[in-house]
């Protein structure tokens, strides 16, 4: 079992996403922005914390992938899921997991996720 740990302030990411208009298209995919669309920064900052806590927890960091490659979506309990794409999903295969399991938590400053990859 290996752990990522990310934490995001909500304010920074929302003056990044203000300074550059095309920042959402490129860390989410089409399906997280439709999720996310009726949502406030917060939500964002989230998931974004979520992705980078999965590519800690896969201990490669952003070299190889995309932000496009690893989706934090929502089960129909409310409950964040990782979806990777093939690329990522043979990286965890080759790095030894099986699967990656995350928890989003946020308050007026701060956005925070954990992600565990299993072995």
Known sequence: MY???DIIEIS???R???RQPRLLAR???PTELDFLKDKD???YA???AG???VLKALGTGLRGLSWQDIEILTDESGQPQVVLSSKAEQLLHAKGGSKITISLAHSKDNAVAIAIMFL
């Open 16 to 18: 990044a996403c203000k």
């Open 51 to 53: 992705k980078e806590a």
């Open 41 to 43: 920064i917060s939500s």
């Open 12 to 14: 920074r990411f929302e």
């Open 46 to 48: 989230a998931r974004f």
């Open 27 to 29: 860390l989410f995919t």
């Open 3 to 5: 752990p990522g740990i």
